[in-house]
């Protein structure tokens, strides 16, 4: 048995109203630690715990060390996640209701990172967020079961922090028979690093994250997934934190499910019909979720992002 259930695949009909086109779900939303990287991390650490690992290392404080934390109280193996001073207290509440040890150090991720792997010892495994074949590998599982029901899209949309989403997805459409599939790869600006490298032509690092959209912000994104730019068809789109936002709370209304501002950016494109949709009728969102969003959260960005947008 996988850490991840199998999660529902649905037709939306409000997404597809506003989308003009027919938009499916899968809704990751759902997973027990409220988004998809209990799949990859899951089965990442299922495999070390094969190889003898005693204890799971993570340094984060969103989605990924979530997963982590479950994954260890399901294996019954214990969990350190490092995270830094800026966690929300939702976000470490979660942690603690997993009963994984929470270790707040420095001002931001990158101190918080530095001493989870200096903590690492000869049988501890450190998870990396994105950065990891097991991962990928266990990402991809969702488009197994995709390919399981009898729904081909012709466009798959996702959204991309480090890439390790993109990395699954794409190596499930091709080990389904489905590589032909186009992905349409979202991001906030300002947190935009997947875009950049492909402008660039090379993995490019950010100076700096300014989006809300937390989840999204790795300032470089993994090798694989730039590489896999020349090898699949991926098309960039970058969206404002303004639309992932209002999408997170029109999605509220629609589905009664809260996702956070990552997941939002790709519901975006189909409640503000985007011109990266035009020419495809069947459309695929992978609704990555997001555990440590609250609606107060929400619509508390969703004020300050109305007030900077008058100043522009
Ligand atoms: C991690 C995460 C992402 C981004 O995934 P990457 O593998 O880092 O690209 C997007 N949305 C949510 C909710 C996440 O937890």
Redesign the pocket.
Known sequence: MPLHIETPLLESRPLSHAAECSVWLKLEALQVPG???IRGIGAACEEYSRRGARRFVSSSG???GLAVAYAGRRLSTPVTVVVPETTSARARELLHQEEAEIVVHGASWHEANLLALSMIEEADAFLH??DDPLLWYGHATMIDELARSAMTPDAVVL????????CGVIEGLRRNGLGQVPVIAVETAGAASFNRSLLAGHPVELDTISSIAT??G?KRVCERAFQWSAAHSIRSVVVSDCSALSACERFLADHRLL??P??GASLSLAYDESAALAGFSRVLFIV???ATATIDQIREWSASAAISQEAL
């Open positions: 988004s998809f990287k969103g989605n990924a967020p994105f959204s991309v922090g480090g890439g390790g989403l993109l989840s999204l790795a996702v956070e990552a997941c990555c979720g997001g």
